[in-house]
């Protein structure tokens, strides 16, 4: 049974950082490309990032580049989201993704975690 399992959201400050984990298990995912999306009230999924296994390549949406880094322990089996220099528009349930290829599209990806909340206030 595939499961990941995120963790790490809460409240920050503007300016804040969080660092959102990602534990996968269930299956090999060496060829899967793990992501990062996020939900808002009322707004659609969308995605923020995204990594081979590999870690050979690697693509952000455009407004958390230099500020959200994404990365991988393959011994962990785990994938993380590193938020630095958070903003209120950050603010959404984040929700870790598997897909057998290197997407940006949601409806592309396999497999889910449950979501943790992100909330940026001050």
């Known amino acids: 049974q595939v499961q990941l399992v995120e963790s790490g959201g809460g409240l920050a400050q503007p300016g804040g950082s969080l660092r959102l984990s990602c534990a996968a298990s269930?299956?090999?995912?060496?060829?899967?490309?793990m992501g990062w999306f996020r939900q808002a009230p009322g707004n659609e999924r969308t995605f923020v990032a995204a990594?081979?296994?590999?870690?050979?390549?690697?693509s952000y949406v455009d407004s958390v580049k230099g500020r959200f880094t994404i990365s991988r322990d393959n011994a962990k089996n785990t994938v993380y989201l590193q938020m630095n220099s958070l903003k209120p528009e950050d603010t959404a349930v984040y929700y870790c993704?598997?897909?057998?290829?290197?997407?940006?599209?949601?409806?592309?990806?396999?497999?889910w975690g449950q979501g943790t909340q992100v909330t940026v206030s001050s």
């Open positions: 993704a598997a897909a057998a290829i290197h997407t940006t599209l949601w409806r592309r990806y396999d497999y």
């Open positions: 269930g299956r090999t995912f060496t060829n899967y490309t």
């Open positions: 990594t081979r296994w590999s870690g050979n390549t690697i």
